[in-house]
Nanobody, 124 residues
């Protein structure tokens, strides 16, 4: 069973909107910290947004997406969303979700599960 399955990527013009989904399998606890990352072609992967698990619910956003992105989480269905608006060409990349973070000194050191990713392409 694939642990995380992303969907919703596609091509959109700058200024447009997209909503990505990440469906977690039943093997993943629905109280895990979950996150969206993206990787532009030829560049390193970067965090987009994190929702802290264990009932905390604290959401963190990368400075580059603040005000343009929200990260709703349907805990009952264990599905994480990434609602993006005002898309820019620099938002282009492979978007992946991750689940179940390990922490050291309250900093995330790794995620136990990763999805295959969904491509987002924003054209000018």
């Amino acid at each position: 069973q694939v642990p995380l399955v992303e969907s919703g990527g596609g091509s959109v013009q700058a200024g447009g909107s997209l909503k990505l989904s990440c469906q977690a399998s039943t093997s993943i606890p629905n109280r895990c910290t979950m996150s969206w990352y993206r990787q532009p072609s030829g560049k390193e992967r970067e965090m987009v947004s994190i929702i802290r698990g264990q009932g905390d619910g604290t959401k963190t956003y990368a400075d580059s997406v603040k005000g343009r992105v929200t990260i709703p989480h349907d805990e009952e269905k264990n599905t994480l969303f990434l609602q993006m608006s005002g898309l820019k060409t620099e938002d282009t990349g492979m978007y992946s979700c991750a689940a179940c973070a390990s922490y050291t000194d309250d900093k995330i050191t790794r995620f136990e599960y990763w999805g295959q990713g969904t491509q987002v392409t924003v054209s000018s």
